[in-house]
């Protein structure tokens, strides 16, 4: 069968029910198997939607996800889902056409070097050069994705190549010499830890991404139980503890929770899991959490000691690991009331700084109030996308997420534009879940063009713009470290959001008074098809509280 | 702003757990990798993301066709050697590292010199190519060509002595290393 055939049974046998795509001239033989292969393929108006529908699939269902582009514009269109894919370690195999291979190297119509691109941004990447080999590159690019830690793979197929006659066999084994990641956690190690966490007088459980990804909530949970121990989690790991909780100390980091940041700064023991201390959860590395020592449970062991040194190394699976951890730390008997004190002095910081912000008296409606209404309408109960700045921020904060996969935003890479994309690529993958994105007038502009896909295949996302009328994280960077110097923040010339909907048969509302704003949402999230909400906020709120760029968690502001 | 936390002096283990990450010396890696095309790309963009310094590196055959090796020279004292071994590792093309231990370890490297000498001088300069166990591989009126294997002190000290010749070019190919005893590298 053609070599295009063989990839449709290689996406069959993976199990793969939707991918996202753009066709162009090198990808045409692909795109000419998908016309009877049975594989639904949403037509994205831009590949940078398309991957970034691909990361929201794989991020709210947990398999790995397909996106398609052309050669050269199209490849290179994906290179910002690609290198977001790899920051926030998302599963999604990106297959790419490329010029024949009589072109290659000669600068050919819509020739651009995919492999060399994006080679800093990928798990794994290959080029095929026997289109006999297709089927295992494929079958590998999937195990890539999905296994270990999980990211990006690339395959970049030549036009040529594509066409040609291959022996098709299902593959059975895989080849990947170089490729074996731990799962298993060393179990000297998790004793080392469970006996740390029994000693400990001032713990804490610091969980990021990787907890999602391992699907390791249920024993994250049952852990954090067994130990009465506080918890906080990372952006990215927001919902694999439920919140609000009793043992939640809310999110940590630059626009964390004080309780959160307090409690890492002061403890004497943290667990890391699947967490990479990142520069926004630190702050100022040298004076990051000076009292504790760490457990780092990663299954990248490159992520151990990279930036914090970890005493307890455990690299492996984070579920498996979990899992063993609580047995291990149950059998020490541990005396609960070790923690007493400890609860106090977290109990006294929650109690004395919650998040707070100062409410209108008019019917203006302040951006935290905003989330706080979403929340209500939504019952807590949807998939949660967002873009990045301010918006982000506050719906991390005041949104309570009580499962993981239900928050998907752009963490590590920090993409504008990703929102849209992401919530039409979760609800195609989570038809029965309510998907609702939280965008901002800056962001939103970014992918605009996704309404039409939304649209045109009926995906029913319900799109809420935070317009203050500004790129708000920038403004509110420039008013406090840039003497007020306001430079090229303002969004002046915005679209009028509600005409954009319908102009793209989508149903646009706008909403600007505080005292109907639940039910205003609850009528918009009742609203049939894809729907666009312009909702006009307090144009300069900033978001607190925040460690600011280079300082300490204990010198917090706001 | 907020409450500061109180003070307390860090453990000794804990400093040690930090100062485990530079040790100090010249590392020498010696790395299989699949032979598929792009993997030096790989390796050498690695290093340029992360930062890291490569100070010799060199390529070649194994006796298996389907793996190459890469040694590659590195200065530990100021990359964590520990980091960029992890990192390599995450290659998927890259099948096995290993951070030679130097007393365990034979490393060459060859070099050519082309040092200015004419008749009066050209004996002098042969002499020292003779300590060096060097050969003379060209000769012309004004220069000649000089080959040198050694490990890189052995070459660094014979460019100390005939740079005062007139030193016209230098090659250097980086260095190669095996392990001693019967085990593999």
């Not at chain 1, 080392?192 to 390791?216: D, E, S």
């Not at chain 1, 291990?328 to 004190?341: C, F, G, K, M, T």
Request: glycine residues 10%; aromatic residues 6%.
């Amino acid at each position: 069968m053609r070599a295009v055939d063989a990839i449709m049974e290689c996406l069959k046998a993976e199990g793969v029910d939707v991918v996202f795509g753009y066709p162009g001239g090198a990808n045409m033989p692909t795109y000419d198997a998908f016309y009877d292969a049975g594989i639904k393929h949403i037509l994205v108006r831009h590949e940078a939607g398309g991957g970034h529908a691909a990361a929201g699939y794989a991020k709210a269902t947990g398999k790995v996800a397909v996106a398609l582009g052309t050669s050269g514009p199209g490849a290179t269109n994906l290179v910002t889902p690609i290198l977001d894919a790899m920051m926030d370690s998302v599963p999604v195999v990106f297959l790419t056409g490329q010029v024949r291979t009589d072109l290659l190297g000669t600068d050919g119509f819509q020739e651009a070097d995919t492999i060399g691109i994006t080679m800093p941004a990928v798990k794994h990447s290959v080029m095929i050069t026997d289109p006999a080999e297709l089927p295992r590159v494929l079958h590998e690019a999937f195990y890539i994705a999905r296994s270990g830690r999980p990211g990006p793979v690339v395959v970049d197929i030549p036009t040529d190549l594509s066409k040609v006659d291959i022996p098709y066999e299902p593959v059975t084994d895989l080849h990947l010499p170089g490729y074996q990641p731990t799962t298993e956690g060393n179990a000297k190690q998790v004793r080392q830890a469970a006996k740390a966490l029994a000693a400990a007088r001032r713990p804490v459980i610091y969980a990021g991404g990787g907890v999602v990804n391992a699907n390791a909530s249920a024993e994250l949970i049952e852990l954090t139980r067994a130990g009465n121990f506080p918890i906080t989690c990372t952006l990215m790991g927001l919902g694999a503890f439920p919140a609000p909780d009793r043992q939640w100390l809310g999110m940590l980091g630059m626009h964390g929770t004080r309780a959160a940041n307090y409690a890492i700064d002061e403890a004497d023991l943290i667990v890391a899991v699947g967490a990479r201390f990142d520069d926004r959860i630190t702050g100022k590395l040298s004076e990051f959490a000076p009292r504790a020592k760490f457990v780092h449970i990663d299954i990248d062991p490159a992520e151990i000691s990279k930036n914090v040194p970890a005493h307890i190394p455990i690299v492996g699976d984070a579920k498996n690991i979990l899992s063993k951890l609580v047995v291990e730390y149950r059998s020490l008997e541990p005396d609960a009331s070790r923690l007493e004190e400890w609860w106090a002095r977290v109990d006294h910081w929650r109690e004395r700084f919650p998040l707070a912000y100062e409410d209108t008296t008019d019917s203006e409606i302040r951006p935290q109030f905003m989330i706080q209404a979403l929340a209500e309408a939504t019952e807590n109960d949807a998939i949660v996308t967002s873009d990045v700045g301010q918006h982000q921020m506050w719906t991390a904060q005041y949104y309570d997420f009580p499962k993981p996969r239900r928050w998907i935003n752009s963490g590590g890479l920090g993409t504008m534009g990703f929102g849209l994309p992401a919530a039409l690529g979760a609800k195609v993958g989570c038809p029965d879940q309510q998907v609702v994105c939280v965008s901002g007038d800056g962001s939103i502009q970014m992918n605009a063009q996704e309404f039409a896909t939304c649209a045109d295949n009926g995906i029913d996302v319900k799109v809420f713009i935070m317009n203050n009328g500004y790129l708000g994280m920038v403004r509110q960077w420039q008013e406090l470290f840039w003497d007020r110097r306001y430079s090229q923040v303002k969004m002046g010339g915005n679209p009028d959001f509600v005409k954009l909907a319908e102009a793209y048969g989508c149903t646009g509302l706008r909403l600007t008074d505080k005292n109907t704003l639940v039910d205003d949402m609850r009528a918009a999230l009742a609203t049939p098809g894809p729907v666009l909400v312009d909702v006009r906020v307090t144009a300069e709120e900033n978001v607190y509280p925040m460690i600011a760029p280079g300082e300490a968690a204990r010198d917090m502001v706001g | 702003m907020g409450e500061p936390g109180i003070k307390e002096t860090l453990s000794l283990e804990d400093l040690q757990a930090e100062a485990g990450l530079r040790s100090g010396r010249k590392h020498t890696l010696s790395i299989l990798v699949e032979n598929k095309p792009g993997v030096l790309t790989r390796i050498a963009g690695l290093f340029a993301r992360r930062g890291f310094n490569i100070d010799t590196l060199t390529v070649g055959p194994t006796d298996d066709d389907r793996i190459s090796r890469v040694t590659l020279t590195l200065d530990g004292a100021v990359h964590p050697i520990d980091q960029v071994t992890k990192q390599l590792h995450k290659l998927i093309n890259v099948l096995k590292i290993r951070d030679l231990e130097p007393a365990e370890t034979v490393a060459r490297e060859l070099a050519l010199f082309k040092i200015a000498a004419d008749g009066q001088t050209r004996a002098e300069v042969m002499q020292i190519c003779e300590i060096f166990r060097g050969k003379v591989v060209d000769v012309g009126k004004r220069s000649i060509i000089i080959e040198i294997t050694g490990t890189n002190d052995k070459i660094e000290a014979f460019e100390r002595l005939v740079r005062p010749f007139g030193l016209v070019e230098m090659m250097r190919t980086g260095e190669i290393a095996i392990t001693r005893g019967r085990g593999e590298t």
